[in-house]
């Protein structure tokens, strides 16, 4: 059984260069939250490339004009919220590494602290009701042993030891 090709149309090969300008000059791909309507229209028009070639129906013209573009089959925002996870995990491996103590999440709290209390927070939350991926808590699991319970409740000890005295 053949598959049919998507025909190929002058918008379409224009829209092919303009995706491909857009990369060069911002390094990104376009975004269908965009304020710019012309953007938008890009954004949506990737998506159904994507489409096509994840069914066999992408035109050759366009998979070959699309190649220079490192990753365009792929699906950029779960890849970039992969990455990010990855290196929040790598922050707070260094962040407990440098002798601190679990990062707090309450909004009295600020900078690279918060966001990672936030972060961490999320995760805990999400392994409990069972939707955070078994590879993840493994590599949670393996960089910071005891992320699952965190901070003991009460004052730490050396500032009870003081308030002793």
């Not at 366009?62 to 190649?67: S, V």
């Amino acid at each position: 059984m053949e598959v049919l090709r998507a025909r190929v149309t002058a918008r379409g090969l224009e829209c092919m260069h303009e995706l491909v300008t857009m990369f060069q000059e911002t390094g990104r791909y376009p975004s269908r939250n965009a304020e710019s309507t012309s953007e938008r229209t890009l954004a949506v028009w990737v998506q159904r490339r994507r489409e096509d070639a994840r069914t066999g129906r992408l035109a050759p013209v366009l998979r070959e004009g699309l190649a220079v573009l490192p990753g365009w089959e792929g699906k950029p925002r779960v890849e970039a919220d992969e990455e990010r996870w990855r290196q929040r995990l790598e922050t707070l491996k260094a962040y407990r590494a440098g002798g601190n103590d679990w990062p707090r999440h309450k909004a009295v709290i600020t900078g690279e602290e918060h966001e990672l209390g936030i972060w961490l927070h999320s995760q805990r939350m999400k392994q409990r009701r069972g939707q955070l991926d078994a590879a993840k808590t493994a590599a949670l699991d393996e960089a910071v042993p005891g992320w699952r319970n965190g901070r003991k409740r009460g004052r730490p000890a050396a500032a009870n030891a003081t308030l002793q005295s």
